[in-house]
């Protein structure tokens, strides 16, 4: 796990724009190249691997960080004013509907993961549990996307999904930096358990 495919690259590397999915048909999806036997279990345990340390991994970015953001986490690390995609399926939603969401989701939360990381490998160079997290945390977002691309392919011949990305943190101060990390990961933390909570019925075992 860990390599994203190469048309999961291609959706990465994509012209952010307002989410949607692709339906096509025909030799445009590759999914047998992609999928392993194995895929809904190891998809199953990503996600709950990824909600189960994503309190963890905020509250030591907060520490990491310093004051005031240790004491004054609920006002600095407030996610209302930054962009998240829009997470509006549950477990009554098609089955379909929520592989396209988690896509969108997870290809958002990694992008964010790297320009966190690069903030952070700048910024907080020593702090080497923190970094390692986050390594660890963008290897496994990335071993989902790989799977949620081969499930979208094998059930839906989806191969295209559009994706929003948040806004680069570059060229901005230490604390904006440091502000938006904390923002996104405590967005994230509030929708992974939700995520999970909706996708795992899906991936249950026929």
């Known amino acids: 796990t860990g390599v994203v495919p190469f048309v999961a690259l291609l959706l990465l590397q994509r012209r952010p724009v307002a989410g949607r999915a692709l339906l096509v048909t025909g030799s445009g999806c ?5 999928c392993r036997s194995n895929v809904q279990e190891q998809t199953r345990r990503q996600v709950a691997v990824l909600n189960a340390t994503a309190q963890e991994l905020f509250s030591l970015y907060l ?5 005031p953001f240790s004491s004054e986490s609920d006002k600095l690390c407030n996610p209302s004013g930054i962009f998240f995609p829009a997470f509006r399926v549950n477990r009554t939603s098609e089955r379909k509907e929520v592989m396209v969401a988690m896509y969108k989701l997870f290809a958002f939360l990694n992008a964010s993961l790297g320009n966190i990381t690069r903030d952070q490998e700048e910024l907080n160079p020593m702090a080497k549990e923190l970094l390692e997290r986050l390594h660890n945390t963008t290897k496994t977002t990335r071993g989902l996307i790989s799977n949620l691309t081969c499930l979208l392919c094998k059930n839906y011949n989806i191969f295209q999904v559009d994706v929003r990305y948040g806004d680069s943190s570059k060229g901005k101060s230490a604390f904006k930096k440091k502000q938006q990390g904390c923002q996104v990961l405590r967005k994230y ?17 026929s």
């Open 63 to 67: 520490k990491c960080q310093g004051e």
């Open 30 to 34: 590759p999914s047998h190249g992609l």
């Open 189 to 205: 933390v509030q929708v992974i358990g939700q995520a999970a909570r909706v996708l795992l019925p899906h991936l249950s075992p």
